[in-house]
């Protein structure tokens, strides 16, 4: 079997190393030049997929900018971008490029498969149309499903064999052929009626996350003036074996999917005069938090009697989740520069990302950021970095993800809270007043 993959990205490029690794031929077709020679050389740019196991599966994938190398294939999978306009309208340009070249090279009992997360009928209104422009019938002369991609990026318990695989055809031959193609790479496939079951199934799992989220970020801003500690709310709350599903609150979404895909969503419920409210405001709560998030620390440096200007504030983790180096959309892009913008000397360090886009900034180690910072704040917690360790080594530190929760837990007033007392070592006292859950703690730590 040959197979062709459109779009080396976050989703393209570990489903082209997990066909070569089952035994399939790969033509690996990206528009950009530099992710094409980064693919021929065995040079992984995307954290999942280790260079090693790149280099492993690179005999088997013709990565290549030349959409003719697609032709002959027994199926392509399309996997471009899915973005937002600046109007917060789909921007369906890449997709229907990809659909343009496609058409251009399909032949008779070829299989189309759309991986991109988009709107319920995408696949149907706007895919099928452009590829018929090769005078080959969908459904008839050639097959055509949607099947979403549910990579999750830095995940290691769930992988593409182990999470199930949805699959929605135009026609239930389409499905099956599709079927049988996933089943090489993935240990079970979920068949659903149609390509716009299967499209709005993707949106409803991204949805849930986002209305979720937004949940416990708006509970957080609450329990901030009520002086109520929302880490302990939540872990009492995820005590109770049923019915409860745990979310934390976090400065913010970000990352390619959650702070995008709702939208897609939203703007077709609109040509059937309906207004998502959930997604409205899910998204409107979520891009509140680096706005909350920022006053928090304004009110940290105060309790030091600093203002944000002239303060040097460094920020640990920029990407938008932990351990991996995607900043797209990323919180800490809003949070620096709102910083930025109040004056404040800003550095970062963070270990997967040795650039800031559009912030000049570069990563510095861990020490140098920390060395003269008047504020620490804590935005991805990576897994790689020690952040007990800030604690006590700076004036004061804003923990937006809570992960500084569990030193001296325990020690005072049981789990969860640390608030009145621990053992935070060296803990030069910010502020030294107890002033609730939105209060400094003992070593100067604020949480979220
Ligand atoms: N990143 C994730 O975690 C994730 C998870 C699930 C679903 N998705 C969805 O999968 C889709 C792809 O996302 P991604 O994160 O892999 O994007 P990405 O930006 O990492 O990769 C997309 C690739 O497509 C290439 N491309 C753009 N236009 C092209 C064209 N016309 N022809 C050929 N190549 C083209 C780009 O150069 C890029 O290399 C999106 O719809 C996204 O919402 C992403």
């Known amino acids: 079997m040959r197979i062709g993959i459109v779009g080396l990205g976050y989703v393209g490029l570990p489903l082209a190393v997990a066909f070569a690794e089952a035994g399939v031929e790969v033509v690996g077709f990206d528009v950009d030049s530099r992710r ?22 690179v005999g088997a994938i013709d990565a290549t900018t030349q959409p003719d190398a ?3 294939v027994d199926a392509v999978l399309i996997c471009v971008p899915t973005p937002l306009t600046a109007n917060r309208e789909p921007e369906l340009g890449p997709l229907l490029a990809a659909g343009r070249t496609v058409a251009g090279v399909l032949r008779e009992g070829e ?15 706007r895919l099928v149309p452009l590829l018929e422009e090769s005078g080959l019938a969908a459904g008839r002369d050639f097959h055509v499903a949607f099947s979403p991609e549910r990579v999750d990026p830095g995940r290691t318990d ?19 052929r599709a079927a049988a193609l996933y089943e090489v790479i993935c240990d079970e496939i979920v068949r659903v009626s149609s390509p716009e079951a299967a499209e709005l199934s993707k949106l409803l799992e991204n949805i849930f996350r986002s209305v979720n989220i937004a949940l416990v970020n708006e509970l957080a801003m609450l329990t901030d003036r009520m002086g109520i500690d929302i880490w302990e709310v939540i872990d009492a709350a995820a005590t109770k074996p049923y019915g409860f599903m745990r979310f934390d609150p976090g400065p913010g979404m970000g990352g390619h999917c959650m702070p995008v895909d709702p939208f897609y969503l939203s703007w077709r419920a609109r040509e059937f005069d309906f207004a998502t409210e959930f997604i409205e405001l899910a998204g409107k709560i979520n891009q509140q938090m680096p706005y909350h998030c920022v006053a928090k620390i304004e009110r940290a440096l105060n309790d030091v009697a600093k203002p944000v200007r002239g303060s040097r504030v460094a920020i640990l983790g920029v990407s938008y989740k932990a351990g991996v180096g995607d900043t797209r959309e990323s919180p800490a892009l809003k949070i620096v520069a709102l910083l930025t913008g109040l004056g404040a000397d800003v550095v970062y360090h963070d270990p997967h ?10 990563s510095q180690p861990l020490a140098a950021a920390l060395e003269g910072a008047d504020a620490a704040v804590i935005v991805t917690a990576h897994p790689s970095v020690d952040h007990d360790a800030v604690v006590g080594r700076v004036p004061v530190v804003v923990d937006l993800r809570g992960v500084t929760r569990s030193r001296g837990r325990g020690a005072t007033d049981g789990a969860g809270g640390d608030r009145a007392g621990g053992d935070r070592a060296g803990g030069a006292v910010a502020g030294g007043a107890e002033t609730g859950a939105g209060g400094a703690r003992p070593g100067g730590v604020t949480l979220l």
């Open 353 to 362: 990302v040795a650039e800031l886009p559009g912030s000049g900034l570069r």
């Open 70 to 72: 697609l032709a002959g």
């Open 111 to 125: 299989l189309v498969v759309l991986e991109s997360t988009t709107y319920p009928g995408t696949t149907r209104e």
């Open 158 to 176: 769930y992988t593409m064999r182990n999470t199930p695989k949805v699959v929605g055809g135009l026609t239930a031959a389409c499905t099956e």
């Open 36 to 57: 094409v020679a980064a693919v021929s050389a065995g040079d992984s740019y995307i954290e999942d997929v280790s260079s090693e196991r790149l280099r492993g599966a």
